[in-house]
Nanobody, 116 residues
Framework: QVQLVESGGGLVQPGGSLTLSCVAS????????MYWYRQAPGKERDRVAL????????DYADSVKGRFTISRDNAKNTVYLQMNNLNPEDTAVYYC?????????WGQGTQVTVSS
């Protein structure tokens, strides 16, 4: 079955960096567009970034453009989110997501807390 497992979250000071990873299994990873979402307490889950299967092409939410970079390693079935210059507004649970055969799949999420 499709599984997405995120890791790499943690506590970081403002201005710091983190890299999130999402290891995928159970489907042809190289074929699918991969997404990162985040959900802050009391807020809706918002898309942060996506990376297509071919190209690959990337797209970012305005709030993270120039600070976050999404990438993928098809040999490792892994998608990454490099996050730089973090600020407290980036505090959220970050989720990896994909759609396979018309169904949406989510990871369990990884907590990112930006605080001094």
């Amino acid at each position: 079955q499709v599984q997405l497992v995120e890791s790499g979250g943690g506590l970081v000071q403002p201005g710091g960096s983190l890299t999130l990873s999402c290891v995928a299994s159970g489907f042809s990873f190289w074929k699918e567009t991969m997404y990162w979402y985040r959900q802050a307490p009391g807020k809706e889950r918002d898309r942060v970034a996506l990376i297509s299967s071919f190209g690959p092409m990337t797209d970012y939410a305005d709030s993270v453009k120039g600070r976050f970079t999404i990438s993928r390693d098809n040999a490792k079935n892994t998608v990454y989110l490099q996050m730089n210059n973090l600020n407290p507004e980036d505090t959220a649970v970050y989720y990896c997501q994909t759609r396979v055969s018309g169904l949406d799949y989510w990871g369990q999420g990884t907590q990112v807390t930006v605080s001094s």
